[in-house]
């Protein structure tokens, strides 16, 4: 069975720099799409960066040039640096993973969801 543990996050000030990991397990790490998403109080799920099995990442414009997604193939794990983050990326952050061949953030229908961590970011 495919499963994914989530560490990282907390709390941080505004300006600051968070990086989480996703330890996907059960199965061939490098034959997944992999991504982040996050989901702020009230809010709908936003996806925000892709990580195919090729390593070729995509980002949503929302934190496009201050987050980057990256993945240790040798420890199956995927990882968001968050750098320079705002209040408003104040969220509960999760992990995704399917076997898609088109991998893409822009989809939320993912068979596999870390347990989602919290990120709080202070003015």
């Known amino acids: 069975e495919v499963q994914l543990v989530q560490t990282g996050g907390g709390s941080v000030s505004a300006g600051g720099s968070l990086t989480l990991s996703c330890r996907l397990t059960?199965?061939?790490?490098?034959?997944?799409?992999m991504a982040w998403f996050r989901q702020a109080p009230g809010k709908e799920r936003e996806g925000l960066a892709s990580?195919?099995?090729?390593?070729?990442?995509s980002y949503s414009d929302s934190i496009k040039g201050r987050f980057t997604i990256s993945k240790d193939r040798t420890k199956n794990t995927l990882y968001l640096q968050m750098n320079s983050l705002k209040p408003e990326d104040t969220a509960i952050y999760y992990c995704?993973?399917?076997?898609?061949?088109?991998?893409?953030?822009?989809?939320?229908?993912?068979?596999?969801w870390g347990q989602g961590t919290q990120v709080t970011v202070s003015s």
């Open positions: 059960g199965s061939e790490y490098n034959s997944f799409c």
């Open positions: 995704a993973a399917d076997l898609w061949v088109q991998c893409t953030w822009s989809r939320a229908d993912f068979a596999t």
């Open positions: 990580f195919d099995e090729k390593g070729m990442s």
